[in-house]
């Protein structure tokens, strides 16, 4: 099982803040984003960045059971 | 000697004066401040309100690192960040970056290279509110996973 969180941009489009996963083995944050983004295209014009644990991590970074998933949008604190 | 570095996110108001004082250390001659606050006019767009959203720990240990790669490229004594978060009213302040030196110079290049950096990394979202409608703010800069 793996958790996914949303913030801000991408949470109001998925209408969400977190689900759970089941991903198959080797799965990585790419296959989920693909998913993702097939239910919610509004999502397809934003540039995504992914974090696995809090670190920010490349989309082909293989997934393991209780990782902790992020998606979200480019960042503008400050 | 102990570091003062603090790193820390806010719901209430930020006390500048106090951020800045905390980040003093005796060897010091100079701490730059940023004060960070909410724009009224952006491009000619008025903003009612602003709201501030954050991957709290996540925010956290990116600001942590963010000062240990200070450290290491500026001849700085101590930092302090607090940023803060939920809906803030125009003018009100958003993020304080206090950097404190044994010289000026140091201080100034390290607080200007501490904003790009939180602006480009750390994960806080800014969310702003107008006469006619919101709109979530996306950064424009890429970031490289270390």
Redesign the interface.
């Known amino acids: 099982m793996i958790k996914a969180l949303f913030f801000g941009l991408t949470a109001d489009l998925i209408g969400s803040r977190s689900t759970d996963l089941d991903l198959k083995d080797h799965a990585t944050p790419a296959n989920v984003l693909e998913h993702l983004v097939a239910a919610y295209p509004e999502l397809a014009p934003h540039r995504i960045l992914i974090a696995v644990n809090e670190e920010y991590v490349y989309a082909d970074t293989v997934l393991h059971d209780g990782d902790e998933l992020a998606f979200f949008s480019a960042v503008s604190g400050g | 000697m102990p570091s003062k570095d603090f790193f820390e996110l806010a719901t209430s108001p930020i006390d500048i004066t106090s951020v800045a004082r905390r980040v003093v250390p005796p060897e010091c001659g100079a701490t730059v401040t940023l004060d960070?606050y909410v724009r009224q006019f952006t491009r000619g767009r008025e903003t009612l309100h602003l709201f501030?959203?954050?991957?709290e720990?996540?925010?956290l240990?990116e600001m942590q690192k963010l000062i240990g790669q200070a450290h290491k490229d500026f001849d700085i004594s101590n930092i302090g960040i607090v940023?803060r978060l939920g809906r803030l009213e125009v003018g009100e302040t958003?993020?304080v970056i206090s950097v404190a030196a044994p010289h000026r110079k140091a201080a100034f290049a390290a607080c200007e290279w501490l904003?790009r950096e939180?602006?480009?990394?750390?994960?806080?979202?800014?969310?702003e509110i107008y006469a006619d409608g919101e709109e979530?703010?996306?950064?424009?800069?890429d970031?490289?996973?270390?």
Do not use: D, F, N
């Open positions: 960070g501030y959203e954050a991957y720990p996540m925010a240990r940023h958003s993020v904003i939180l602006k480009r990394t750390v994960p806080i979202w800014k969310k979530w703010i996306e950064g424009e800069k970031v490289t996973p270390i």
